[in-house]
Nanobody
Framework: QVQLVESGGGSVETGGSLRLSCAAS????????MGWFRQAPGNKRVFVAG???????????FYADFVKGRFNTYRSNGGNWVHLQLNSLTPEDTAVYYC????????????????WGQGTQVTVAS
């Protein structure tokens, strides 16, 4: 069974940090884009960060503008895990964070997202 399983969510105070992880299983995802979306209460799900395979063992990360250098994403375990380091968190970062795999993650549409994780809650207290 192909699935993405997230871990690492939780509650922190403003200015704190968290690291989210997503493990892919059931097939190799090493050459597929993987990344993160988030959905805050009452809002639509939006792209946060992604990592694209660029050949060999090389990966390139890309981010939504609102990340502003606070978040860092990277792959591990042969490209089948993706992580999101969240730093300098604010209450506006409170959301359910979803791992995703597919194509064109930052393209503004979910049409080419082939797999989603179940989501993990991040809550930032003021």
């Amino acid at each position: 069974q192909v699935q993405l399983v997230e871990s690492g969510g939780g509650s922190v105070e403003t200015g704190g940090s968290l690291r989210l992880s997503c493990a892919a299983s059931g097939r190799s995802f090493s050459e597929i884009e993987m990344g993160w979306f988030r959905q805050a209460p009452g809002n639509k799900r939006v792209f946060v960060a992604g990592v694209k395979w660029s050949g060999g063992r090389r990966y390139n990360a890309f981010y939504a503008d609102f990340v502003k250098g606070r978040f860092n994403t990277y792959r591990s375990n042969g490209g089948n895990w993706v992580h999101l380091q969240l730093n300098s968190l604010t209450p506006e970062d409170t959301a359910v964070y979803y791992c995703a795999a597919g194509k064109d993650l930052d393209g503004g549409s979910d049409a080419e997202i082939s797999h989603w994780g179940q989501g993990t809650q991040v809550t930032v207290a003021s």
